[in-house]
């Protein structure tokens, strides 16, 4: 009986295309399944090689299968399309998915545990949630300024356009208009109810991880990245250094050379975009304190003194993730001026 090694299988909503090889990679295995027979079809087989793309049910999978004693790997789905032949359809998906995991050199995704995937749910919801009142609220001020009725930026002007949609006397305000920007307040309403919900649970999840309320210890850092990058990361050992960290983060210069000159230009901008964000945020948060408080902080003047604030922002959400990472990694809490310990024996 031919015993199979290597399996990649092209996840789908309720049809698996699976492929699988022998240790010589003669193909043995080449199907679809049913998302219901999944689980037996792989109870059946010996422990093996199974790769994934890293999308969507892939971590649930790869949980499941990893159950029944086979070894799975994740993998960038971008990472895996210079292996499709020719066409694009499943077959040749799972093909190139088999191909790729059996790559020495191809880069894997940490599977993550359903702890960490409820918590960046509440991520992911919340951020949702916050465009959608975002959006809420630009339509209330154009609706609002095509009859006439203006009001000043911030939370007081927002409420000032809710008492004027609430009160049905106010002459200003159509009752037809009414009647539809009624609907628009009673959404910012649910919407603000929802997110408040949202902060409270990420706040009970952050003090509940040791690791989220150290990361927290780090200037710039406060609950939302801490417990995003915790839940997204987890084992921060799968990046070799602070830099890989946040090349993979995508706030690193993108290099282009040729003929062994070599150019930085612009920040990559890959990864995950939710993280970059927030740090970026983060980091203009703090550069924003350094110039209203300049004696607290003369690095940061003297960083804003060498380049333009946003491109000083991006630099120190760069040493940010860098701090993420060591603290993730080797433990501690933020230490301000610390030096390592090989600089401080020879200082």
């Given at each position: 009986?031919?015993?199979?090694?290597?399996?990649?299988?092209?996840?789908?909503?309720?049809?698996?295309?699976?492929?699988?090889?022998?240790?010589?990679?003669?193909?043995?295995?080449?199907?679809?399944?049913?998302?219901?027979?999944?689980?037996?079809?792989?109870?059946?087989?010996?422990?093996?090689?199974?790769?994934?793309?890293?999308?969507?049910?892939?971590?649930?999978?790869?949980?499941?299968?990893?159950?029944?004693?086979?070894?799975?790997?994740?993998?960038?789905?971008?990472?895996?399309?210079?292996?499709?032949?020719?066409?694009?359809?499943?077959?040749?998906?799972?093909?190139?998915?088999?191909?790729?995991?059996?790559?020495?050199?191809?880069?894997?995704?940490?599977?993550?545990?359903?702890?960490?995937?409820?918590?960046?749910?509440?991520?992911?919801?919340?951020?949702?949630?916050?465009?959608?009142?975002?959006?809420?609220?630009?339509?209330?001020?154009?609706?609002?300024?095509?009859?006439?009725?203006?009001?000043?930026?911030?939370?007081?002007?927002?409420?000032?356009?809710?008492?004027?949609?609430?009160?049905?006397?106010?002459?200003?305000?159509?009752?037809?208009?009414?009647?539809?920007?009624?609907?628009?307040?009673?959404?910012?309403?649910?919407?603000?109810?929802?997110?408040?919900?949202?902060?409270?649970?990420?706040?009970?999840?952050?003090?509940?991880?040791?690791?989220?309320?150290?990361?927290?210890?780090?200037?710039?850092?406060?609950?939302?990245?801490?417990?995003?990058?915790?839940?997204?990361?987890?084992?921060?050992?799968?990046?070799?250094?602070?830099?890989a960290f946040s090349a993979w983060l995508g706030i690193t210069p993108r290099l282009d050379g040729t003929g062994g000159k070599v150019t930085?230009?612009?920040?990559?901008?890959?990864?995950?975009?939710?993280?970059?964000?927030?740090?970026?945020?983060?980091?203009?948060?703090?550069?924003?304190?350094?110039?209203?408080?300049?004696?607290?902080?003369?690095?940061?003047?003297?960083?804003?003194?060498?380049?333009?604030?946003?491109?000083?922002?991006?630099?120190?959400?760069?040493?940010?993730?860098?701090?993420?990472?060591?603290?993730?990694?080797?433990?501690?809490?933020?230490?301000?001026?610390?030096?390592?310990?090989?600089?401080?024996?020879?200082?």
């Amino acid at each position: 009986m031919t015993i199979v090694s290597t399996i990649g299988i092209d996840l789908a909503k309720s049809v698996f295309q699976v492929h699988g090889v022998d240790a010589a990679g003669n193909v043995v295995i080449k199907r679809q399944l049913k998302r219901k027979g999944v689980v037996a079809f792989f109870t059946q087989l010996p422990p093996c090689l199974i790769g994934m793309e890293a999308c969507g049910s892939a971590h649930y999978w790869a949980r499941e299968l990893r159950k029944l004693g086979h070894t799975v790997k994740l993998m960038p789905p971008q990472y895996v399309k210079a292996y499709v032949k020719r066409g694009k359809n499943d077959a040749a998906d799972a093909e190139a998915i088999c191909e790729a995991v059996s790559r020495p050199s191809m880069r894997e995704v940490a599977i993550k545990t359903v702890e960490q995937q409820s918590v960046l749910m509440l991520h992911r919801s919340r951020d949702l949630l916050i465009r959608q009142r975002t959006q809420t609220l630009n339509a209330l001020r154009a609706h609002m300024a095509e009859i006439g009725v203006i009001a000043p930026a911030g939370t007081d002007g927002i409420a000032a356009l809710v008492a004027i949609v609430s009160d049905a006397a106010d002459p200003r305000l159509p009752g037809v208009a009414r009647v539809a920007l009624q609907a628009l307040a009673g959404t910012l309403a649910s919407l603000g109810g929802a997110i408040a919900a949202l902060d409270r649970a990420i706040l009970a999840a952050h003090a509940a991880d040791a690791t989220s309320r150290r990361l927290e210890t780090v200037p710039g850092v406060g609950i939302l990245i801490a417990s995003a990058v915790t839940a997204t990361v987890g084992d921060a050992r799968v990046f070799k250094s602070g830099r890989a960290f946040s090349a993979w983060l995508g706030i690193t210069p993108r290099l282009d050379g040729t003929g062994g000159k070599v150019t930085l230009g612009p920040i990559t901008k890959q990864g995950d975009r939710y993280l970059r964000r927030l740090l970026i945020m983060g980091a203009t948060a703090v550069l924003g304190h350094a110039k209203r408080h300049p004696e607290k902080q003369p690095w940061a003047i003297g960083l804003l003194g060498r380049m333009p604030f946003r491109q000083a922002a991006v630099a120190l959400a760069n040493k940010m993730a860098r701090i993420i990472w060591a603290l993730m990694v080797r433990g501690g809490t933020y230490t301000p001026k610390h030096r390592p310990a090989v600089l401080a024996a020879t200082a």
